[in-house]
């Protein structure tokens, strides 16, 4: 029963170990034990098509990945009737990744919310971080927030997690940080302080780049 094929027939047993690998969301025992069980395919969603004044999308419960640049205009970024309106996208519990910049360019985006029965993801105040809270992935570009402290346990500051928050002044990175990924931080046209403690590690290709930083100390820990 470890590999189950379409239209195979399964026991009580075998149901069991479906649910604990969450091959599906809700099952009924007596409706499909002894009966035959075809897995659906999930979808990846490769790009949202903004409708004019939609502001809010729920991620349908059938797609299992967000493809980079999934949420970025296919148009002219300086053309505002090309811009991507939304302010909040709901994550729905389907879905198992998200590439970098799924939500890139994403301007007026404010929050990015997962459904509390996502194995692999949630949000914290908005913010999007993997499950067990040791990478911030992606945090929305729409937010008007001007300084911002990464939270205690996060390990990993995701590719392009921060890009475009053209708000944030300022960001307080704790010890728990031992990685930033590549253009992190690009694009934060004002931010100029970043206040890092010891134990960063490694800092990634343009992590700063466009942004308003002059001059950064560097703590002993990262690795050269």
Known sequence: MNNLIDGQTINSYAMERIKEKAWLNSVDDNKWDGLPIVRKRKSTLTKYLPLPHSTEYTVPTDIAKISMDAFVPTEDL????????????????????????????????????????????KSVDGVLFSKDGKKLLAFPAGRMDENYIVPEGVEMIGENA???????????????????????FSACSKLSTLEFEEGIQSIER?????TSIQEVVLPRSLIM
Do not use: W
């Open 78 to 121: 300086d053309d505002e009737d090309y811009m991507n309106p939304l302010e909040i996208v709901h994550v729905s519990d389907s879905v198992e990744e998200i590439e970098p910049s799924a939500f890139g360019c994403c301007f007026f985006l404010k929050k990015i919310e997962v459904d509390e029965n996502n194995l692999f993801y």
């Open 162 to 184: 921060f890009q475009f928050c053209t708000e944030l002044t300022s960001v307080k990175i704790p010890a728990c940080v031992k990685s930033i990924r590549s253009g992190a």
């Open 206 to 210: 343009q992590a700063f780049l466009g």
